[in-house]
């Protein structure tokens, strides 16, 4: 079973950064990798994803000019740079993996396999 496993979170002042990595313990061809966040009380967002078979990015609006997502192939890894970080940014972020490439990687229903999360936590 395809199990992402997160890591990289932790406790941050506002306007610091961080970076979390996401591995997959099995490489698809093609696929897609993303990340989403749940802050407590609120549903599930998406945050930014990344294609593989094109490095096609996208993003939150809400992350935009902040957030870079990036890869690296050999070791079928997916990044997440944080900066300028805010309390907003405060939640658990988990990253997934769509084995189909398929569009509309905003969209969490299309991915299969979901790491456990990791938590981000924004102090002001």
């Known amino acids: 079973q395809v199990q992402p496993v997160e890591s990289g979170g932790g406790l941050v002042q506002a306007g610091g950064s961080l970076r979390l990595s996401c591995t997959a313990s099995?490489?698809?061809?093609?696929?897609?990798m993303g990340w989403f966040r749940q802050a407590p009380g609120k549903e599930r967002e998406f945050v930014a994803a990344?294609?593989?078979?094109?490095?096609?990015?996208y993003y939150a609006d809400s992350v935009k000019g902040r957030f870079t997502i990036s890869r690296d192939d050999a070791k079928t890894t997916v990044y997440l740079q944080m900066n300028s970080l805010n309390a907003e940014d405060t939640a658990v972020y988990y990253c997934?993996?769509?084995?189909?490439?398929?569009?509309?990687?905003?969209?969490?229903?299309?991915?299969?396999?979901w790491g456990q999360g990791t938590q981000v936590t924004v102090s002001s």
């Open positions: 990344i294609k593989w078979t094109n490095s096609a990015t």
């Open positions: 997934a993996v769509d084995p189909f490439e398929r569009p509309f990687p905003w969209r969490p229903v299309l991915y299969d396999y």
């Open positions: 099995e490489r698809f061809d093609p696929y897609s």
